[in-house]
């Protein structure tokens, strides 16, 4: 409670100000590492900011606000309304090649506070910068590029927030650099932080599930076992078709020894990932999508219903069909859209009796957004899904309407 008082006294003072400046003085600024930017990599600094006059300091952020009626099996909780988050940026340009960011996210009406990216970016070459501090790990390309704003739907894609752990960030240190050739684009990332823990597999969800681990902030402070997290991306983009890229993130995830004293073997978890995105010609039909692989050495003693192994992705599929004037802004835009997700926690077979494991889940979203500005988004849902259980019963009915608006500030 005492660093959310800080922060929005802070943040207070701040507005407080600005306010006092005279207003010729303020201007929105996209702030970026590099000249040319649109790659997944630029997302972190690839934002609207508001740079006071010529101070070094811009700050920027986003709020999202949904509303949805969803029912399980012809039973429903009723109407909720949520504020699911709120994000401040803080950027600053120490030196044209130093150069400072944070992302400072309000989730749950505040009860819960996290940075999840506070990072010294030095250049030294387009090819050659390093990174230091609290860093996203760059495995696929929601897991930087998730700002609420950019996206046509109200709930972030399952694979990526219940598989894989959405907003993943870690202490560490690396290297990325970026190199540019006519309308081709390449780049590359390369971390290396603290990780995972023993949560994945010993949660409250009974299940081998990656995001446990975000419920620990022990990760920003010391590794849980002494080996390094590494994290490792390519990607390669073209103005025209569009980009795709290749992610690694694996290492040592359990507690193995403590004090001297051995405690068990060291076991490891691994990811793969990839990711596309590319907007149709004549038509302009913008497709995104991601899938990711993930493998964990899973204990023989623990039972089978954690799985060593899960897949899961989305597809996005965003049409605009009117653009212009509409309802009294200049550079609207109407779109309709639709997702189609899929994971699985538990990839495999019961060894007793061959039959195939359940706990999976597959969704369809289809959606109507209206964007009077581009970085502001009203959004009208409706979401269905079919979920297993893990001995493959027959699958639960879900489904319903949701409503949102997400925008930069």
């Given at each position: 409670?005492?660093?959310?008082?800080?922060?929005?006294?802070?943040?207070?003072?701040?507005?407080?100000?600005?306010?006092?400046?005279?207003?010729?003085?303020?201007?929105?600024?996209?702030?970026?590492?590099?000249?040319?930017?649109?790659?997944?990599?630029?997302?972190?600094?690839?934002?609207?900011?508001?740079?006071?006059?010529?101070?070094?300091?811009?700050?920027?952020?986003?709020?999202?606000?949904?509303?949805?009626?969803?029912?399980?099996?012809?039973?429903?909780?009723?109407?909720?309304?949520?504020?699911?988050?709120?994000?401040?940026?803080?950027?600053?340009?120490?030196?044209?090649?130093?150069?400072?960011?944070?992302?400072?996210?309000?989730?749950?009406?505040?009860?819960?506070?996290?940075?999840?990216?506070?990072?010294?970016?030095?250049?030294?070459?387009?090819?050659?910068?390093?990174?230091?501090?609290?860093?996203?790990?760059?495995?696929?390309?929601?897991?930087?590029?998730?700002?609420?704003?950019?996206?046509?739907?109200?709930?972030?894609?399952?694979?990526?927030?219940?598989?894989?752990?959405?907003?993943?960030?870690?202490?560490?240190?690396?290297?990325?650099?970026?190199?540019?050739?006519?309308?081709?684009?390449?780049?590359?990332?390369?971390?290396?932080?603290?990780?995972?823990?023993?949560?994945?597999?010993?949660?409250?969800?009974?299940?081998?599930?990656?995001?446990?681990?975000?419920?620990?902030?022990?990760?920003?402070?010391?590794?849980?076992?002494?080996?390094?997290?590494?994290?490792?991306?390519?990607?390669?983009?073209?103005?025209?078709?569009?980009?795709?890229?290749?992610?690694?993130?694996?290492?040592?995830?359990?507690?193995?020894?403590?004090?001297?004293?051995?405690?068990?073997?060291?076991?490891?978890?691994?990811?793969?990932?990839?990711?596309?995105?590319?907007?149709?010609?004549?038509?302009?039909?913008?497709?995104?999508?991601?899938?990711?692989?993930?493998?964990?050495?899973?204990?023989?003693?623990?039972?089978?219903?954690?799985?060593?192994?899960?897949?899961?992705?989305?597809?996005?599929?965003?049409?605009?069909?009117?653009?212009?004037?509409?309802?009294?802004?200049?550079?609207?835009?109407?779109?309709?859209?639709?997702?189609?997700?899929?994971?699985?926690?538990?990839?495999?077979?019961?060894?007793?009796?061959?039959?195939?494991?359940?706990?999976?889940?597959?969704?369809?979203?289809?959606?109507?957004?209206?964007r009077p500005v581009a970085q502001t988004v009203i959004r009208l849902n409706y979401r269905y899904m079919?979920?297993?259980?893990?001995?493959?019963?027959?699958?639960?009915?879900?489904?319903?309407?949701?409503?949102?608006?997400?925008?930069?500030?």
């Amino acid at each position: 409670m005492n660093k959310l008082l800080l922060i929005i006294t802070v943040f207070s003072f701040s507005l407080t100000a600005k306010a006092q400046i005279d207003s010729t003085l303020l201007k929105r600024v996209p702030v970026d590492t590099a000249a040319q930017k649109g790659m997944n990599m630029d997302a972190i600094y690839n934002r609207p900011f508001l740079q006071i006059g010529k101070l070094p300091v811009s700050v920027g952020g986003y709020v999202e606000a949904d509303y949805q009626y969803i029912g399980e099996d012809g039973v429903t909780e009723g109407h909720t309304f949520r504020i699911p988050r709120m994000t401040l940026f803080v950027a600053s340009s120490i030196h044209r090649r130093i150069k400072f960011l944070s992302e400072i996210e309000f989730e749950e009406g505040g009860d819960k506070v996290s940075i999840e990216f506070a990072a010294l970016d030095f250049a030294f070459h387009p090819l050659l910068n390093l990174r230091g501090g609290i860093v996203m790990n760059p495995i696929g390309a929601f897991n930087q590029n998730h700002d609420g704003p950019k996206w046509e739907f109200v709930d972030r894609p399952i694979a990526m927030t219940e598989m894989l752990p959405a907003t993943w960030s870690n202490v560490g240190f690396g290297f990325y650099g970026k190199h540019y050739a006519d309308e081709w684009a390449f780049g590359y990332e390369a971390y290396l932080t603290n990780g995972f823990d023993n949560s994945i597999i010993n949660n409250s969800e009974n299940r081998t599930f990656l995001p446990a681990t975000k419920q620990s902030s022990e990760r920003f402070e010391e590794s849980s076992n002494g080996e390094p997290l590494i994290t490792g991306k390519v990607a390669v983009g073209n103005n025209k078709i569009g980009e795709i890229g290749l992610s690694y993130m694996g290492g040592i995830y359990n507690t193995y020894e403590e004090d001297g004293l051995v405690l068990d073997e060291k076991r490891r978890l691994d990811v793969f990932a990839i990711d596309f995105n590319s907007t149709l010609p004549l038509i302009n039909t913008y497709i995104v999508g991601e899938w990711a692989w993930v493998k964990v050495d899973v204990p023989e003693t623990f039972t089978q219903q954690y799985g060593d192994k899960q897949k899961g992705g989305f597809i996005d599929f965003v049409q605009p069909v009117l653009r212009g004037k509409l309802f009294g802004f200049n550079k609207a835009t109407l779109n309709i859209a639709f997702r189609l997700e899929y994971v699985d926690w538990n990839v495999g077979i019961f060894k007793e009796t061959g039959d195939k494991i359940g706990d999976n889940l597959w969704a369809v979203v289809p959606a109507i957004s209206f964007r009077p500005v581009a970085q502001t988004v009203i959004r009208l849902n409706y979401r269905y899904m079919r979920q297993k259980d893990i001995l493959g019963n027959p699958p639960a009915s879900i489904g319903g309407i949701q409503f949102g608006v997400s925008s930069y500030f």
